[in-house]
């Protein structure tokens, strides 16, 4: 079944198009931020940047158990995997060493640092993500994007503050995490 869109308004929903053209998505659009054709990667590079180190809010939850943010990266750009399972590893920080990422005795998971294995460092998988994207600055993207610095800024506080980072839902006796908010990415 279709989503009722008129509801979906009169409770909250706030949908913002990133498009370079005002199309029927735009008219429907609670707001249009026309951009340069192809400079997608640019405004999300600095979205990534403001929430990251200029907002400084993050699921860690999520980040820790639901994606790859705490795999362990050599300095070669790869995991560091076991041999025989190809499973990757992660560091426990209370346990303080290297633990396969499904090891049900990892008590945390580290998403920053460097960590030593075998005689090689290592750094999480989200250091590196955290080091990259510093210097995709809005004002960076302003000049690619024709979107400007005070905009990139606002979306990207706007998109934290609505995530419901810390927030629960009951779905079918379950509780959940809240997660009202996503990106998506088009054409």
């Known amino acids: 079944e279709g989503v009722n869109y008129s509801d979906a308004f009169a409770r909250g929903l706030k ?3 990133i498009d370079p053209v005002f199309t029927v998505a735009g008219g429907k659009a609670s707001e249009w931020v026309p951009i340069r054709p192809g400079t997608d990667l640019a405004f999300m590079l600095a979205l990534i940047q403001v929430i990251i180190h200029e907002i400084e809010t993050l699921d860690e939850p999520f980040l ?8 362990l990266v050599g300095p070669d750009g790869y995991f560091l995997k076991e041999k025989e399972t190809q499973k990757a590893f992660v560091w426990d920080c209370v346990d303080n060493k290297a633990k396969l990422h499904d090891d049900a005795t990892i008590k945390d998971f580290a998403l ?9 460092a290592y750094r999480p ?3 590196l993500l ?11 993207a302003s000049d690619i994007t024709d979107i400007p610095a005070s905009t990139i800024r606002r979306i990207a ?11 629960t839902i009951t779905a079918g006796g379950l509780i959940l995490p809240y997660r009202p908010v996503a990106t998506v990415c088009g054409r």
């Open 112 to 120: 920053e640092g460097e960590f030593i294995v075998d005689g090689v």
């Open 125 to 127: 998988a989200f250091q």
């Open 64 to 71: 820790k158990e639901m994606t790859n943010s705490p795999y």
């Open 130 to 140: 955290k080091e990259h994207v510093r210097q995709y600055t809005p004002e960076w």
């Open 157 to 167: 506080r706007e998109f934290v503050e609505h995530a419901g980072i810390g927030s």
């Open 15 to 17: 949908i913002v198009l």
